[in-house]
C-alpha cells in the first residue's frame, strides 16, 4: 500500500506540474518577449551587443540558481523565493545602471563637443559635416550617439525624429536644451553656434557647481 500511495502521489504530482506548465507557458511566453524587447532596447542604446535571448536564458538561469543555494543552505522557501526574485532583478538593475552612467558621461562630455560644433558652424560648415568632425574627433558617448543620429539620417530618418530619438536615449536636460536649439535652427534658421555656444557655457557652468557641490558633501561627511 505505501508504494501504491506513493506512485499515486508522484502520478498526482506529475499531472499538477504538467498542468501548471500548460497555464503558466503563455504567460511566460509574454513575459519573455516582453523582457527581450525591452532588454534589446535598452542594450543598443548602450551599444552593448549582446543577443537578448541569452541575456533571458542567463536571468532564468541566475534566479533558479540563486533559489538553489539558498534553499540548500538554510531549507527556507521563503528565502529561496526571495533570492530568486533579488537575482532575477539584478541583470536589469545593473542595465539601468550603466545606462545613468552612459548619460553622466554624455552630459559631462556635451559642452566641449558643442563648443567645436559652434566652432565649425562659424567656419562655415554646415550642420551635418560639423557633427560629422565632432563625431570623429570625439569619443565616448558622445560621438556615439552622434555618428548614430547621422546613420539614421542617411537612412532615411528625418531630422526632427532623429533629434527625437536621441533625446530619449539620453534623457536628461542637457540633451534637450542642444535638441531644441537645433531644431529651432532648423525652422527658423537662427544663429545656431550661437545659440550652442551659450548652452555648452551653461551646462559647463553646471557641471562645475555640481562638483563643488560633491565636493562639499564628500568633505561633510568625512567631518
Known amino acids: 500500500m505505501t508504494w501504491l500511495a506513493m506512485l499515486a502521489a508522484l502520478a498526482c504530482a506529475t499531472l499538477l506540474a504538467w498542468q501548471a506548465q500548460r497555464w503558466l507557458a503563455p504567460m511566460l511566453r509574454h513575459h519573455r518577449e516582453r523582457y527581450t524587447r525591452e532588454a534589446g532596447s535598452r542594450l543598443d542604446a548602450l551599444f552593448v551587443f549582446i543577443e537578448p535571448a541569452r541575456l533571458w536564458v ?26 530568486s526574485a533579488a537575482a532575477w ?48 574627433l570625439g569619443g565616448g558617448p558622445v560621438a556615439q550617439e ?28 542637457s540633451t534637450t536644451l542642444m535638441v531644441v536649439a537645433m531644431r529651432i535652427s532648423a525652422r527658423t534658421g537662427g544663429n545656431l553656434a550661437e545659440a550652442l555656444d551659450n548652452i555648452a557655457q551653461t551646462l559647463r557652468a553646471r557641471l562645475q557647481l555640481q562638483d563643488r557641490v560633491r565636493a562639499l558633501t564628500a568633505q561633510g561627511r568625512l567631518q
Not at 150 to 160: I, M, S, T, Y
Open 58 to 83: 542567463g536571468t532564468v538561469a541566475l534566479a533558479g540558481l540563486a533559489a538553489a543555494l539558498v534553499f540548500a543552505a538554510t531549507a527556507s522557501v521563503i528565502g529561496a523565493a526571495l533570492a
Open 89 to 136: 532583478r539584478l541583470p536589469r538593475f545593473l542595465v539601468h545602471a550603466m545606462h545613468r552612467r552612459r548619460v553622466r558621461r554624455f552630459e559631462q562630455q556635451l559642452p566641449l563637443a558643442l563648443l567645436m560644433l559652434a566652432s565649425a558652424l562659424r567656419a562655415g560648415v554646415s550642420l551635418m559635416p560639423a557633427l560629422r568632425q565632432v563625431a570623429a
Open 146 to 173: 552622434f555618428g548614430l543620429m547621422l546613420r539614421e539620417q542617411r537612412l532615411g530618418v528625418p531630422w526632427d525624429e532623429a533629434l527625437e530619438r536621441l533625446n530619449v536615449r539620453m534623457a536628461g536636460e
